[in-house]
C-alpha cells in the first residue's frame, strides 16, 4: 500500500515500474552483516583502539545497497547550532591510488569542496580537523580490492598504511568493503590487518541444505510480495524457486535485474502477476548473456534443470567460477 491507502497495483504504469525498481528485501546474511557494522561504530569513544570490520563478498551479494541504505539511515544532518554533522559516510580507493589521492578520496566523501587542493600532509591534517568537526563516528572504505589491482606493492602499502594511520590518530572505526579479493588485499598487509579483527563474508543465496533453501524461498516470497500486481506471481513455490536459482546462480543482484526486467513485460501485458512468459523474456534480457548454464532455465523442464551442473552442490562452484556472472556489476 502507498502513503494515501492506495493498493500498489492502481498506481500508473511508471510509477509501479519505479516501485519494483526499488524493491529492497534485507537476507539474513544482510542482517547479520548490519549487525556487526554497527557494533564496530558503537566502539567509538569507548575503545582506545576501535573495532573495524571487512565486509566482502562476490559482486551481486548486496554489500554496495547495504552499506548506501546504512548511510541513509545515519545521513548528515544539521545542528540547531548551524554545524553539519557527519555521524557515517562512504568513499572508495581506486587501482594504482597514492596516499595523496586516497585522502582526496576521503575529503570528496565529507564532501569537503577543497578536497583537491594541497599537499598530501596539508590534506591528511585537514581531513583529520574536518573528522573531529563534523563528529564522525564511522568511515567506510568501499573498493577496497582494488588496491591489488595497482600491481604495485609499495603504492598498495603506502595507502594501507595511511588507513591504519587515520584509525590510530583519529580513533574512529573503519569498515573495508569490497570483493573477495579485498580479503587477499588486507591478509597481505599485516600491520593494518591487526586492526581489522572482524571480517563479514557475503555469501550468495544457496538451496543445498534445507535452512538454505527455506532462507532462499523466504527470501524470493517476500519479493513477490512487495511486487505491484493485484496477485501474486508464486516464485517461492516448489519448481519455481530451483529456476531462479539456476538463473541467478545465488546472486540477489541477479535475480532483482530478471525481476526488474519480468515486471516490464508484465505491466506491458496489463498481466495481474508475472507469468512464466515474463520470467522467460526477462531472463533472455538480463541475464543470459551473464551466464553459462545450459539454456533458459524458464523454458527447460524441471527434471533436465535438476541435472544441471549448477544445481549439485559438488559442481555448482565450479560453474559460477568459470561464469562472467561473477564478476559483473549488476
Known amino acids: ?11 500508473d504504469d511508471h510509477s509501479r515500474r519505479k516501485l519494483a525498481n526499488n524493491i529492497y528485501i534485507q537476507s539474513p546474511h544482510l542482517t547479520g552483516a548490519l549487525k ?3 557494533h564496530c561504530r558503537s566502539s567509538y569513544g569507548v575503545k582506545t583502539e576501535p573495532d573495524c570490520i571487512l565486509v566482502y563478498g562476490d559482486r551481486g551479494t548486496g554489500k554496495t545497497s547495504l552499506l548506501k541504505r546504512y548511510i541513509e539511515n545515519n545521513d ?20 594504482a591510488s597514492s596516499v595523496s589521492q586516497f585522502y582526496t578520496s576521503v575529503l570528496r566523501g565529507l564532501r569537503d569542496p577543497f578536497a583537491y587542493k594541497g599537499q598530501t600532509v596539508s590534506k591528511g591534517e585537514r581531513l583529520h580537523q574536518l573528522l573531529v568537526k563534523m563528529r564522525t563516528q564511522l568511515i567506510i572504505i568501499d573498493e577496497f580490492h582494488e588496491l591489488l589491482d595497482g600491481q604495485n606493492k609499495k603504492v598498495m602499502t603506502n ?23 579485498a580479503k587477499f588485499v588486507l591478509d597481505g598487509n599485516p600491520e593494518l590487518r591487526r586492526r581489522f579483527k572482524t571480517s563479514v563474508q557475503l555469501p550468495r543465496f544457496s538451496i543445498f541444505n534445507e535452512d538454505e533453501k527455506n532462507t532462499f ?5 517476500e519479493y513477490d510480495k512487495a511486487l505491484p500486481f493485484k496477485n501474486r506471481s508464486n516464485f517461492a513455490v516448489n519448481e519455481m524457486y530451483e529456476r531462479f536459482f539456476a538463473a541467478s546462480m545465488g546472486l540477489p543482484s541477479g535475480i532483482s ?11 506491458s501485458d496489463g498481466s495481474d502477476c508475472i507469468k512464466i512468459e515474463h520470467l522467460i ?10 551466464t553459462e548454464i545450459p539454456g533458459n532455465p524458464f523454458i527447460v523442464n524441471i527434471s533436465s534443470l535438476r541435472n544441471w551442473d549448477v544445481m549439485h552442490p559438488e559442481k555448482h562452484k565450479d560453474v559460477f567460477n568459470s561464469s562472467s556472472l561473477r564478476s559483473h556489476a549488476f
Open 257 to 267: 535485474s530478471l525481476i526488474s526486467d519480468a515486471v516490464d513485460y508484465a505491466i
Open 217 to 221: 524461498r523466504k527470501f524470493l516470497a
Open 159 to 181: 595507502v594501507a598504511s595511511a588507513i591504519k594511520t587515520l584509525i590510530n590518530q583519529t580513533k574512529i572505526p573503519v569498515v573495508l568493503a569490497g570483493t573477495t579479493t
Open 36 to 38: 556487526r557494522i554497527e
Open 281 to 290: 523474456q526477462g531472463y533472455e534480457i538480463a541475464l543470459e548473456d551473464q
Open 76 to 95: 548528515r544532518h544539521v545542528l540547531d547550532d548551524g554545524n553539519m554533522v557527519v555521524p557515517v559516510f562512504d568513499c572508495e580507493v581506486h587501482a
Open 1 to 11: 500500500m502507498t502513503d494515501n491507502s492506495k493498493p500498489t497495483y492502481e498506481l
